[in-house]
T-cell receptor, first 111, second 116 residues
Framework: DGGITQSPKYLFRKEGQNVTLSCEQNLNHDAMYWYRQDPGQGLRLIYYSQIVNDFQKGDIAEGYSVSREKKESFPLTVTSAQKNPTAFYLC??????????FGEGSRLTVL | DQQVKQNSPSLSVQEGRISILNCDYTNSMFDYFLWYKKYPAEGPTFLISISSIKDKNEDGRFTVFLNKSAKHLSLHIVPSQPGDSAVYFCAASLGRSSGGSYIPTFGRGTSLIVHP
């Protein structure tokens, strides 16, 4: 089945550690996105990529990094520089029709 | 500064009645609007969209209305069902015809509860 797979679904991290969230899609979409959801905050854009080997910062990119070496994959690294990393992270892809297809999300908790 | 605003954090409706979710935007350049539905601990799923060249789009029980002069859109669900209980996000973007790349800006969401 075509779709977007995020892993892990739940992740715990100690303060000061980097952690990488995986996002894979088999929809053949060019564009991929990372959003963060906090209670009462809606969805905020962290990074997006519209083509392989290119990506752009979103509204809240500080403390995060990404790579886009393959069309299917867009991993997000939450670095120790991110001061408040506990959140629900959502990956999405788009075929440039305006509609985003989201993964199931990854919940990161900093201990 | 929020470009897409959903001013009602929650809405409670009786089963069978109409649910009306509202959304306002500030950027008059937005020309493509979407509604997403989200259950807890899941990713949002696309519900319905509307282009700025239209003022209404209908899909089954769901209808979206766009008032460009007021920079306002609304989602009507008729009749409402308990399974519609979820958080609904409004989103707006600039399409390619406007020089944009369809990257949506989301509102903060409205939690809809439909009582049996």
């Amino acid at each position: 089945d075509g779709g977007i797979t995020q892993s892990p679904k739940y992740l715990f991290r100690k303060e000061g550690q980097n952690v990488t969230l995986s996002c894979e899609q088999n929809l053949n979409h060019d564009a991929m996105y990372w959003y963060r959801q906090d209670p009462g905050q809606g969805l905020r854009l962290i990074y997006y990529s519209q083509i392989v080997n290119d990506f752009q910062k979103g509204d809240i990119a500080e403390g995060y990094s990404v790579s886009r070496e393959k069309k299917e994959s867009f991993p997000l690294t939450v670095t120790s520089a991110q001061k408040n990393p506990t959140a629900f992270y959502l990956c999405a892809s788009s075929p440039y029709t305006g509609e985003l297809f989201f993964g199931e999300g990854s919940r990161l908790t900093v201990l | 500064d929020q470009q897409v605003k959903q001013n009602s954090p929650s809405l409670s409706v009786q089963e069978g009645r109409i649910s009306i979710l509202n959304c306002d935007y500030t950027n008059s350049m937005f020309d493509y609007f979407l509604w997403y539905k989200k259950y807890p601990a899941e990713g949002p799923t696309f519900l319905i969209s509307i282009s700025s060249i239209k003022d209404k789009n209908e899909d089954g029980r769901f209808t979206v209305f766009l008032n460009k002069s007021a920079k306002h859109l609304s989602l009507h669900i008729v009749p409402s069902q308990p399974g519609d209980s979820a958080v609904y996000f409004c989103a707006a973007s600039l399409g390619r015809s406007s020089g944009g790349s369809y990257i949506p800006t989301f509102g903060r969401g409205t939690s809809l509860i439909v009582h049996p």
